[in-house]
């Protein structure tokens, strides 16, 4: 069959916001959803190297070296961007990808910022028990995210159209290749796998 075609309503910005009337740092929904993907000690273990990237930055601020991280390198591919959200939660803090020079740098560091970060790390727990999901984009692109079981059809979709780029059409599956075929197979799948319909 044909999968689902879906189109989104207007984009919602996909990194965490920096305004100074806002709150010092919230990790994005994006970030949340991609992080809990990750098996319960494979969680820990990339949340504990976040914390400790960003408790070097705090107690050595004019230390450029603590601010930049060896893209290549054997601890960031295997337990930061290798792993489901590694890559957008340091995207969210500020970090920035330099191809060039192989590094993954924090240009900017406010205290308040990291120290609200360093908490968040502390504290997250993903939701229990949850269902993941894929979103595959007309780019191609493939998202997974993680809806716990007492989320609706309506949180999968606003998630789903705040990825897709200004309301592009996308397919929703499950994890595992499992995709649907229209709106009301992707209801009764989404129902019985954790979000409810609504």
Not at 23 to 39: G, H, Y
Request: aromatic letters at 6%; one cysteine or more; charged letters at 25%.
């Amino acid at each position: 069959g044909v999968p689902v075609r879906l189109h989104g309503a207007a984009r919602l910005p996909s990194m965490a916001t920096f305004d100074s009337d806002g709150p010092a740092w919230t990790a994005t929904e994006r970030t949340r959803r991609t992080v809990a993907l990750n098996p319960p000690e494979a969680l820990q273990d990339l949340l504990q190297l976040v914390a400790s990237i960003l408790s070097k930055i705090l107690d050595n601020p004019g230390e450029e070296k603590y601010r930049s991280l060896k893209q290549s390198g054997r601890v960031c591919q295997q337990r930061l961007l290798g792993r489901p959200g590694g890559r957008e939660l340091l995207a969210s803090l500020g970090f920035k990808s330099d191809e060039r020079a192989d590094a993954i740098s924090l240009a900017n560091a406010d205290d308040a910022k990291l120290r609200a970060a360093l908490a968040w790390c502390a504290s997250y727990k993903p939701p229990s028990p949850h269902v993941a999901l894929v979103i595959r984009l007309p780019s191609g692109a493939r998202l997974e995210a993680a809806f716990s079981t007492d989320e609706t059809l309506r949180d999968v979709r606003a998630y789903a159209d705040a990825c897709a780029p200004k309301g592009a059409p996308y397919d929703l599956g499950q994890a595992g290749g499992i995709r649907y075929d229209d709106d009301a197979a992707l209801d009764q799948a989404v129902s019985t796998l954790g979000p409810r319909a609504a």
